[in-house]
């Protein structure tokens, strides 16, 4: 969410900005609901005032009979007045909150300008991309081959885009998740954190899903509104919502693997084959609370964070500052990893690591009292992958695969696996 003050007086500034990310959001629509609402804010102050002057005056003893029951009359005209305000106020604080929530962060000025993933900037490149004695195979095929990907089973108990892994590749995955945390923890300073895997809606709200990507959520009819979480940001951002966090305690970095349910609404017919595009996938995230001045450093710090794993697993990446049109919602800036896959002879996504600067806090009313100014200030917030662990495992079946269809396990994953080297 974004300051109403900058929306008010840097308002050429928030309209470039949605410019820049070719939004479609309706700046004129929410500014002409903030001023009426400001303008029924005024009224009904206008209204309170002279409430409480007439009723100072009602008390008056020299006043007559009759000059106390116009007072008492004029009164009850005001209160009926003031409860239909009153209600129009609130209506319009709703109206003018929900079209708040829908407007997209402000880029920082670092990122270029673009409509498409085609115009992201590479940062930099690691890695060797692997050279095969024979024409590699992709991960479907390998798994299928040797039935440790199993798709039609999958599809009989959920449907299309889930997974079911058996033996050496199940073993591996799970050893993904495990050095993943390991090394994150332990050479990258996170705290381990466990939290739940299903939501309230406001958290959602809170890290921006919602309401903009409602449709690409997984709700659970009940009662209350609850949602299977799309990432691990979302519980773990939200630990500091409605609180205000010591500065002592900052910079926060967290760490969590959790499931992630996504119904990629938004992505009908891409990446049907294969598990590139699940449903239900599994990712280690990355989470960094710190206060503004120190945000930027955050995210170089976070996507070096994330880049470990792959350089630990040996695997081929490059680092992309994505565009205006390729930024997400709640982003100030974005970088992307992209890992080396041999069956597609190209770069695909691995991570996302976000700057979302007071973004997340605003909608989450998380601060922090700053010592210097003695004022609360909004935290800034970051997230990304480190890593998902799906993706990396089609990373690593592919760049390790041999030509009897077996692959070769990573070194660093072997004391996971009982010290074994192929799967």
């Known amino acids: 969410m974004l300051d109403p003050k900058i929306i008010r007086k840097e308002t050429d500034k928030v309209r470039d900005a949605l410019h ?79 079209l708040s929530l829908e407007i997209p962060n402000i880029l920082n000025d670092s990122v270029p ?28 095929e390998l798994g299928e081959n040797t039935g440790g990907i199993d798709f039609e089973s999958a599809a009989k108990i959920s449907g299309s885009r889930f ?46 899903q919602l309401p903009k990507f409602a449709d690409d959520q997984y709700k ?29 305690e900052l910079p926060i970095k967290m760490t969590a693997h959790t499931p992630c349910f996504r119904q990629e609404a938004g992505s009908y017919g891409k990446d049907t084959k294969g598990m590139i595009r699940q449903h239900q996938f599994e990712k280690v995230e990355l989470v960094h609370i710190v206060k503004p001045n120190q945000s930027y450093d955050a995210l170089e710090e976070l996507t070096q964070n994330a880049e470990s794993i792959l350089k630990q697993l040996n695997l081929p990446y490059r680092v992309m500052l994505l565009c205006s049109g390729d930024t997400g919602f709640s982003a100030a800036k974005t970088y992307d990893l992209e890992v080396w896959l041999p069956s597609q002879g190209t770069y695909r996504e691995i991570s996302s690591c976000s700057n979302c600067e007071s973004f997340q806090a605003r909608r989450m009313k998380a601060r922090f009292k700053n010592t ?44 996971y696996l009982q010290n074994r080297e192929t799967v």
Request: hydrophobic share 30%; aromatic share 6%; charged share 30%.
């Open 20 to 98: 820049k990310r070719a939004s479609d959001f309706d700046l004129d629509g929410y500014l002409e609901k903030d001023q009426n609402t400001r303008d029924l804010i005024s009224t009904v102050e206008d209204l309170r005032s002279s409430k409480n002057a007439i009723n100072k005056s009602i008390g008056k003893p020299e006043l007559s009979d009759e000059e106390k029951s116009d007072l008492l009359s004029q009164v009850g005209q005001i209160n009926k007045k003031l409860k239909d305000s009153e209600q129009s106020l609130n209506d319009l604080y709703r109206q003018t909150r929900d």
């Open 163 to 208: 997974v079911v892994m058996k033996d050496g590749y199940a073993k591996l995955h799970r050893a993904l998740k495990h050095f993943m945390l390991d090394f994150q923890t332990e050479e990258n300073g996170y705290t381990e954190m466990y939290v739940p895997n299903i939501v309230r809606s406001d958290c959602l709200e809170g890290t921006g």
């Open 220 to 248: 659970i009819e009940n009662e209350e509104a609850l949602y299977l979480i799309p990432t691990a940001e979302v519980p773990l951002t939200n630990l500091i919502r409605e609180s205000i966090i010591d500065e002592d």
């Open 113 to 140: 300008q673009g409509t498409s993933e085609d115009q992201n900037l590479e940062i930099r490149s690691w890695g060797e991309i692997p050279k095969f004695e024979f024409e590699p195979k992709d991960h479907s």
């Open 372 to 415: 210097d100014t003695n004022q609360t200030e909004f935290p800034h917030t970051l997230n990304g992958s480190g890593l998902a662990i799906g993706r990396t495992l089609i990373a690593v079946i592919e760049n390790y695969q041999n030509e009897d269809g077996s692959v070769t396990v990573p070194e660093v994953l072997r004391p």
